[in-house]
């Protein structure tokens, strides 16, 4: 039976270019691989051939059988299957198959599902090995059981990401459902009618700058249009040219992008010796296809180009004169010049990074998927869009490609990808009388069963993530429906529209077995803010006590800046003492704005990690916000060492943070650090020959620093006030050491002036702490303030 529907289903899904997904369920291993069979050969029947994946789990018994059966069942076809473990599922993306067998019997791993999504042709089929909802639910999964952490058991999971995939292949068309067991189809494809569909060939432009071998390379139309934007960046521009490319997930963006710099890099080569072109995104996998493209382009052009790779992956790009370095964008802020700058999934890198970016340098391609399991956002091109338009010295130039390349569009398995896993999902259209709700503050605390069990609030709460700078996969929102210590908060509109969406972590209440093992070494799973106070601070006590961790909160883009997220705050707060819980803490890579505003609502940094992260290139930083007193002494003393331990730390591991985040990482909260270094009666004369005489800086380091370190040790009731450039010439010039031009940049100052006003400074320090043991001239006295 399942051979015919097949069969027919094929067929008319070639017409459009189109694939079918075929869920076989049943309990029996044998009669799920043999069904799976019988459906690849009505796939065959059908006029259906090549190559094909079947994926499976081979550290399972059952997988392997059910593996074994369906290869045995195939004998006699001539397809070909390539069978092939999910962990090499990363590697598959870019290539594509003709069909694709998904065993998800052992798991239901979101990543998985929606990278394999996309590589089967159209006029290709799916086919899904699934058990009943009924038996599946008795199952933990491979993915479920990493959602576990010390707190919880299995039987503390939830199965809402399986019911949900269930009704999700029930509700859309494309796709047919059949009962092994009792050979049965529960549902048809529900599609009769389809609409022909040829694709068009790509017509290159009649006159081009660039070389027309690049252009013939194009697999679509849309890449055509994105090549001819390159075009705008051959002429040394005198204003500031910004190319803007969006995309849904398969409409080649990336390879676009590949191919415009290759050609774009070739043209530039016969105006001057040397092209740098620098690539970036926040993780180098990102940019794999982008790379591989470039490099087909630059061969096709004649070059013989030489990778130089790192891990397995490509650093850099050698062809003859043009140079294509691949960096993290926090690199690409250290870089002084660049021909070309291309940042691919830029909606993942934080807005400050991006607009620091297009200052500096001329001729930026900014490129983003809108959907797909990369997790970019239209949000992106809202918000950045509108400061690339609002910068009087750019020209900007936006291309949105809307042409599949693998299949044909409106494929319905597309369609079933993007609402299940919720990459299409955005957030509620914001209208006049909204803005008036927001500026009462009007609003509404919604708990998480009114956020996930109501779809309509749930696709809201999630595109508010989607269009936040959040890297947003799957696997999160598998996360968010299983895990057993992550819940769902929110604020909506008095309307019902969802404006705040907060995901939350349960944290601490740790027994002394969980404990002593983190204090030996071991990690603790799902438990982060518990396990820094154990690892650096060596508090096993404050593993026991409770809180809430918050794993990502986002405002509504159209509602940026506008005290919503204080709002929130406010909201889980309360809600988080009404159950008892000792504290709410935070962790995020480290920039500037985010960090005034967490420390803005009280929350107090407690660790930085050591080390850049290598993905995304920022510091992590954990804050808490105390609930009680308990909590808040165990908070002091952390925050307290933190800070002893940052300032001695400027030099070495933190020397390149900005004075700014420093600073709100050295915010007092009215705790004095113990132990400020006392100056030698040599180290006081020297810096009153500096301050009020001819020495030089550099004779006076050593007492300069323990000078700055006595201000920073004392809380600000308990030192002179120094307005906020005077603190940045303290970090970026005397704690992390950095020469002249460089700590003049960091604080925002001239060279000249940073050397005249820390002398200024050295005198205002001197009198305060030391005003009584040497002569000062009396102009010092007027610049002080809050002297005890």
């Not at 997988?63 to 369906?70: E, I, K, L, T, V």
């Not at 790509?202 to 994105?226: F, G, M, S």
């Not at 895990?483 to 907060?502: E, F, W, Y």
Request: glycine residues 8%; proline residues 5%; hydrophobic residues 40%.
């Amino acid at each position: 039976m399942i051979f015919d529907v097949v069969k027919a289903e094929v067929e008319r899904a070639r017409i459009a270019r189109h694939r079918r997904l075929v869920v076989v369920t049943g309990r029996d291993d044998k009669k799920l691989a043999e069904a799976a069979a019988e459906a690849l050969r009505g796939y065959e029947a059908a006029g259906g051939g090549g190559e094909g994946l079947y994926m499976f789990q081979p550290e399972f018994a059952d997988a392997n059988r059910r593996m074994n059966y369906f290869r045995d069942a195939m004998s006699g076809t001539f397809l070909e299957v390539d069978f092939r473990p999910y962990k090499d599922t990363p590697k598959l993306l870019g290539t594509t198959y003709n069909f694709a067998v998904l065993d998800l019997v052992n798991d239901l791993k979101p990543n998985d599902v929606g990278r394999l999504g996309g590589v089967v042709r159209g006029g290709g089929l799916y086919v899904f090995l699934v058990p009943p909802l009924e038996t599946w639910r008795g199952y933990v999964t491979k993915f479920q059981s990493t959602l576990l952490v010390p707190q919880f058991t299995p039987a503390d999971l939830r199965h809402r990401l399986k019911e949900r995939f269930w009704r999700s292949l029930y509700s859309h068309g494309g796709v047919v459902i059949y009962d092994a067991d009792r050979g049965e189809v529960l549902k048809g494809s529900g599609i009769d009618v389809v609409e022909p569909y040829e694709p068009k060939r790509p017509e290159p432009p009649e006159k081009a700058v660039i070389p027309l071998k690049i252009y013939r390379l194009a697999a679509t139309q849309d890449q055509v249009e994105v090549l001819k934007l390159f075009e705008t960046l051959y002429n040394k521009p005198k204003r500031k040219q910004a190319i803007v490319v969006i995309a849904d997930r398969g409409r080649g963006k990336s390879a676009a992008l590949g191919l415009g710099l290759a050609g774009l890099g070739h043209k530039l080569r016969k105006a001057k010796a040397r092209v740098q072109i620098v690539v970036s995104a926040m993780e180098y996998t990102n940019l794999e296809t982008l790379l591989e493209f470039a490099v087909k382009g630059l061969e096709a052009l004649g070059y013989k180009p030489g990778l130089e790779k790192e891990g397995g992956e490509i650093r850099a790009i050698k062809a003859s004169g043009i140079f294509i370095d691949v960096v993290t964008p926090y690199m690409l802020l250290k870089r002084e010049n660049a021909d070309i700058v291309a940042i691919d999934e830029a909606a993942a890198v934080p807005l400050p990074v991006l607009y620091t970016v297009h200052k500096k340098f001329d001729r930026v391609v900014f490129a983003s998927t809108i959907h797909g399991y990369e997790g970019a956002g239209r949000g992106f091109s809202i918000r950045f869009l509108k400061y690339l338009r609002e910068s009087k010295d750019t020209d900007v130039h936006l291309y949105e490609m809307r042409e599949p390349i693998r299949y044909g569009p409106g494929d319905p398995v597309e369609r079933w990808l993007f609402d299940v896993f919720l990459l299409n999902a955005e957030p509620a259209k914001i209208e006049p009388e909204d803005l008036e709700y927001v500026k009462r503050k009007e609003v509404v605390y919604l708990k998480e069963e009114d956020v996930v069990k109501d779809e309509e609030a749930f696709r809201q709460f999630f595109g508010i993530y989607v269009q936040a700078h959040y890297r947003n996969e799957p696997d999160d929102l598998g996360m968010l429906l299983d895990a057993p210590h992550h819940t769902a908060r929110a604020l909506a509109l008095p309307n019902g529209k969802i404006v705040v969406s907060v995901e939350l972590a349960y944290e601490g209440g740790l027994d002394d077995l969980s404990i002593d093992q983190a204090l030996r070494g071991l990690k603790l799973p799902g438990n982060i803010i518990p396990d820094r106070f154990l690892k650096y601070w060596r508090l096993p006590e404050f593993a026991k006590l409770r809180g809430w961790r918050i794993v990502r909160i986002a405002t509504h883009p159209e509602l940026q800046d506008m005290g919503l997220g204080t709002e929130m705050l406010k909201k889980v707060e309360e809600e988080a003492r009404q159950l008892g819980l000792d504290y709410v803490g935070v962790g995020f890579g480290v920039y500037d704005k985010l960090l005034k505003f967490w420390v803005r609502n009280g929350y107090v940094p407690i660790h930085l990690s050591p080390e850049r992260n290598p993905s995304s290139g920022e510091y992590s930083v954990l804050l808490v916000k105390p609930l009680n007193e308990k909590a808040e002494a165990y908070v002091k003393y952390a925050n307290v060492e933190f800070r002893r331990r940052l300032v001695h730390s400027l030099m070495g591991p933190y020397s390149d943070l900005l004075p700014t985040e420093v600073r709100l990482l050295l915010e007092d909260w009215g705790w004095d650090i113990d132990g400020a270094p006392a100056l030698s009666k040599n180290q006081l004369d020297r810096l009153v020959a500096y301050a009020f005489g001819p020495m030089t800086y550099e004779n006076v380091t050593d007492a300069v620093y323990m000078l700055a370190t006595q201000y920073f040790y004392s809380a600000r009731t308990r030192r002179p006030t120094l307005p906020e450039v005077a603190e940045r010439i303290l970090i970026s010039k005397v704690l992390q050491a950095r020469p002249w031009k460089d700590a003049a940049e960091a604080a925002g100052i001239r060279r000249g002036d940073l050397m005249l006003v820390l002398r200024e400074i050295v005198k205002v320090l001197l009198f305060y702490y030391y005003g009584g043991e040497f002569d000062v001239p009396l102009f010092v006295v007027g610049t002080v303030k809050g002297k005890d």
